[in-house]
């Protein structure tokens, strides 16, 4: 065999070997339902995180991968501040880590630097003081991350101790499955990556259920739209109609009536009222005055139940 044949086979192993590496790599099982929790996570954690620093804060999924376990954490950038995190009732540990820019971000936004000049960070070792700070924050996230999983299944994450070269951390196997999701949060335009690797042995008490096509949905997110339009519907003013009876009389007879003329109803004061809005029928209610001489209401039948029953045929 020739030098340049030799060359060439070697250069289709290659190409043979780079084929079953990626082919093994994307051959993970997705999660579809884990994917939608962390992209409604991300919304919750911005506004968690602006509580949380005083700052305006934009939270942005940037992916969701599933490769070995070994990988994922080399893929980290080093050092990092790396908490690792148990979770109860799941069996195993979870690993989050805030990249220098985003930690150092945060600390100088909640020590009163928020205007000073960004500096290029050197890697070094981090202080004592900014172990702390920092597990505060991942404290904070992952507060944040236990009720996002909540209306799934509930879980309690507490950091068990801090690393600083990810590639060290044990998790689990190397070769294992997980799933790293990384996410970008800024803080008025300054901040960094924020990462997460979940092992798959972590999350296999619950792994069939974020195995599910998730089909739509409510699950946690960003709930402060929600209580503002509340709030909003609650304080709006809208008009009610009350209509005391409906008469069916001949068309000869109404033609027939007369100023000063009396119309019997065939009604007393026991007669109760039907409140309508908008057209739409909402609630029968017996009539009364008050003290003050007003005409009050006082509702006893909700109309708009009874008629949404007999639509979904609950009532007959």
């Not at 250069?11 to 070997?17: K, Q, V």
């Not at 689990?172 to 997980?178: D, G, K, R």
């Not at 609630?283 to 005409?295: D, E, H, Y």
Request: net charge negative; hydrophobic share 45%; charged share 25%.
């Amino acid at each position: 065999m020739t030098r340049q044949s030799q060359i060439a086979g070697d250069a289709h192993d290659d190409t043979i070997e780079d084929e079953i590496i990626r082919v093994a790599s994307e051959s993970y099982e997705r999660l579809p339902t884990l994917e939608v929790i962390f992209d409604r996570f991300a919304l919750s954690l911005a506004t968690a995180l602006k509580k949380y620093t005083s700052a305006m804060t934009e939270v942005d999924l940037v992916s969701v991968d599933y490769m070995p376990c070994g990988a994922a954490l080399e893929s980290l950038a080093s050092p990092s501040l790396l908490a690792i995190t148990g979770a109860t009732p799941w069996d195993g540990q979870l690993a989050l880590a805030v990249d220098p820019e985003l930690l150092f971000t945060t600390l100088e936004i909640m020590l009163g630097g928020r205007s000073a000049p960004v500096k290029q960070w050197t890697p070094r070792s981090f202080t004592a003081i900014e172990k702390r700070l920092g597990q505060r924050l991942c404290e904070a996230v992952l507060k944040d991350l236990s009720e996002a999983f909540a209306p799934f299944d509930k879980v309690e994450f507490a950091v068990a101790n801090l690393e600083s070269i990810p590639a060290n951390a044990v998790l689990a196997p190397a070769l294992s499955a997980c799933v790293r999701i990384v996410m970008n949060v800024r803080f008025e335009g300054r901040g960094g990556a924020l990462s997460f690797v979940i092992p798959n042995t972590t999350i296999e008490k619950t792994r069939p259920l974020l195995a599910r096509s998730f089909l739509g949905g409510q699950i946690g997110g960003d709930s402060s739209w929600r209580n503002q339009l509340t709030k909003s519907i609650r304080g709006t003013d809208v008009a009610v109609i009350a209509v005391l009876h409906e008469l069916k009389a001949n068309l000869r007879d109404v033609l027939d009536w007369a100023p000063g003329q009396v119309l019997d109803l065939g009604i007393d004061m026991t007669h109760e009222v039907t409140v309508s809005c908008s057209g739409k029928k909402m609630f029968r209610a017996a009539m009364g005055r008050r003290k003050n001489g007003s005409v009050a209401l006082r509702v006893t039948e909700e109309l708009s139940k009874m008629e949404e029953g007999r639509k979904n045929g609950i009532l007959d």
